[in-house]
Each structure stands twice: as C-alpha cells, then as structure tokens.
C-alpha cells in the first residue's frame, strides 16, 4: 500500500514513540479520514499498540469505489490508486460493506479487506451456478450486489436491469461442501424481480415488484434453518396495488437498508426531460420503516427522520451510520448520501457513464454536492461506482 506506507527512521526511537494513550485518543478522534487513520497506526509499534486501547472512534464519510479500480476519499478528495486491488486479474469488483467481493479472471471469487490486503480462498460461489440459462455462464457484469449474511454464507443478486433478477444464497457445508439455493422470484405472481436486498438481524430481506417499472410488491424474508440444511422464504409485507407511484412522471429508484434496529426502504425519485435526459428538479427521497414483521403482515411506515443516523445509497452497497453530535466532520445527522451511475450518450452516439450523487437533506428537502465532482470525470473504467466502508480505521 504505497500511499499509506509509513515513514522511516533507520531504526532510531524518536520521543513521541512514548505518546500517552490518552493523547493519542484525542489525537484519533480528531483525524477527519480513514487514510491518516491508517497512518498514524502505521507510525510505529507504540502508536499501533495504543490505538488498540481505544473507545470506538466516531464514524467517518466512507470511500468511494470507481469505476477505474482507485478509491476516492471523502472529505479531503484524496485518491488511492493501484494500492487496494491484490492482482489485476479482477474482472468485477463489488462494495460487500468493508470488503471487496471479486471476481477474477479465471471466475474464481474472493473477499478481501483491502487495508490489510488480506484475501479469504473463492467463498462458496460458483458463476456456472449463477447464470441466467442452464450451461451458459454468467457475464460478471449482471453481478449486482454480493450480500455476506455469514461465515459461511454469500447471498447474490444477480441479473439485467430489465430482467431475470435473482437471488442466489451459497451456503458453505461443513467438511468444505457447498449448496447453492437459488431463488427465482419470478416464479411467484407477485415477484417477477428483486429489487434490492439486505442483511437485518441476521436475516436475507428481498424487496421485489412484478413488473418492471412499477412499485414494490413485496418485501420477502429469507432465514437458513434446520442446521443449514434449507432456506426458510416467507412474504413479511404485501404492498398494495392502489399506490400513487405509478402515476409519478420520473423514474424511482428503491433501496432496502438496515439502519441500527430498524429496516428501511428509500424511495429516489428524480424528474427528467425525456428528450434531453436533464434533471428538472433535484432529487427527492421519502424514507419508510418495516414496521410488525414478526406477525408475517408487516407495513410501511412513513419516517421524516433517521434517529440520529446517516445512509448512504448505491446500487451495490447501502448502509446506514451512526452521526456524532459534537463532531465537525463524518456523516451528518438525517441526511443520505447517493451514488448512481447512468448511461449518457454524446453527440457521436458513443456511450459514457455519467456519476451522479449528492447528499440530501431530510430535515431541509435539498441536495448539495460531495467534494468529489470535480475529479470523478477522469476515472472512468469498466467497474461499478460505489461505496466502500474501511473497517478498523
């Protein structure tokens, strides 16, 4: 990792080796990135030892993950490049939280915690299982989202945009066996496709719709039981038909996210001139909580604040973080975070990806920029933007 290599002395012990762990906790709580985190851990042995010690640190802004394989950091704008990634047989990368699901060139899968460079074996996932066609392999790029439910668990959403958009769970039997169970929504009549998915109390939540383009149908549990012999699916929420959705102008776009103790679906909507694909107002986002789903007939329930929390939105990974009062950085109370590409063509009729992402304030109805507008044209490449979560920074 050369951006984050430490310094070197020739082996001479300087005095603020022997920094008190009191200071150097003062000092942690005021680094503002997961970068300068990670050096000053890196420093030398004492600091790395003292750090150790520490109360839990106040949450930071994530990393985010472009599409050339370098990751930006938020707020200084810092980019680090060709320092995370192990090889470069990576075929796709995916955000799972604070590992990288990746796909290689061989199709073999791996996670890896790209601070600590350290990777696991390929984790229970076989492509040749995941294809959309019985002997025809999948194209990395429908890989949607890779969902870690445990040790020995891997959940996949895989399929295009307009169609076949599954869920895969590969479970890991002991004595290195491996089942994959997969689950093909469109099989029920009220699921053609999976819209999103997440990990809530130790739980696979699928939200799924019946047609492509309309509004949520239902929100699916899934829960490996029986000493991992098979996946329980239930139906926890069946939306109705009557939904004013249908008639918005715009496009919506819907997440599940798991925030504390509370599942939540956000809904973005964005209005856009047809002819000119240009934004007519900024984006709008409504937040509703899964409410009574241990009685099997849950409901939505409409939120107008985060409980002192932040999200943030991607297509491959979204998750939702604790906000400190008294902190003059890191994510900020009720506000969501969003990243999203879009497909744009210029005047010679060539495509492009286009980063669109902002923060949206629930308590004011406006969105702002992040401090990364200016540098994302220049790190286009064959990957998915999205965010990535440093752990144990």
């Not at 980019?79 to 075929?91: E, M, N, T």
């Not at 769970?169 to 994959?180: D, K, L, N, Q, Y």
């Not at 719709?209 to 139906?235: F, R, W």
């Not at 918005?248 to 798991?258: N, S």
Request: hydrophobic share 40%; proline share 7%.
């Amino acid at each position: 990792m050369e951006a984050l290599a430490p310094p070197s002395h020739g082996g001479r012990r300087r005095p603020w080796q022997d920094l008190p762990s009191d200071l150097l906790g003062l000092v942690l709580q005021r680094v503002p990135s997961h970068a300068d985190r990670v050096r000053l851990r890196a420093v030398c042995r004492p600091w790395r030892a003292g750090a150790r010690l520490q109360a839990p640190l106040p949450a930071l802004l994530p990393w985010v993950a472009l599409p050339d394989g370098s990751f930006l950091s938020l707020p200084d704008g810092e980019v680090h490049r060709r320092v995370l990634l192990p090889d470069d047989d990576v075929a796709h990368r995916l955000s799972t939280g604070s590992t990288l699901f990746l796909v290689h060139s061989d199709d073999g899968c791996s996670l890896m915690d790209p601070l600590s460079r350290g990777t696991t074996a390929p984790r229970s996932i076989d492509l040749n299982c995941l294809s959309t066609r019985p002997g025809v392999l999948l194209d990395t790029d429908n890989i949607l989202k890779v969902v870690v439910m445990s040790d020995h668990a891997v959940a996949v959403r895989t399929g295009h945009q307009m169609y076949f958009q599954n869920v895969t769970v590969s479970i890991r039997r002991p004595r290195s066996t491996t089942v994959e169970w997969r689950w093909i929504p469109r099989l029920d009549p009220k699921a053609c496709y999976a819209l999103d998915m997440t990990l809530f109390q130790d739980k696979l939540y699928v939200l799924t719709a019946t047609y492509v383009g309309e509004s949520p149908s239902c929100l699916y549990v899934m829960d490996i039981v029986g000493g991992d012999k098979h996946v329980n699916v239930q139906c926890v929420i069946s939306m109705s038909n009557e939904n004013m959705d249908q008639f918005y102008a715009g496009t919506i776009r819907y997440y599940l996210v798991a925030s504390g103790d509370r599942l939540l679906m956000v809904k973005q909507k964005r209005e856009m001139l047809i002819w000119t694909k240009s934004l007519v107002f900024p984006d709008r986002f409504e937040v509703l909580e899964a409410v009574d789903l241990s009685s099997g007939h849950g409901r939505w329930r409409e939120m107008n604040t985060l409980m002192g929390r932040a999200l943030f939105l991607s297509e491959g990974c979204s998750e939702s973080l604790p906000v400190t009062a008294d902190q003059d950085f890191g994510p900020r109370e009720d506000c969501i975070y969003f990243l999203s590409e879009s497909k744009l063509h210029n005047r010679h009729d060539a495509k492009m990806s286009a980063l669109y992402c902002g923060m949206y304030d629930m308590t004011k109805g406006t969105v702002s920029p992040l401090p990364m507008e200016t540098v994302v044209e220049s790190h286009d490449g064959p990957l998915r933007a999205t965010w990535f979560f440093p752990a144990d920074t």
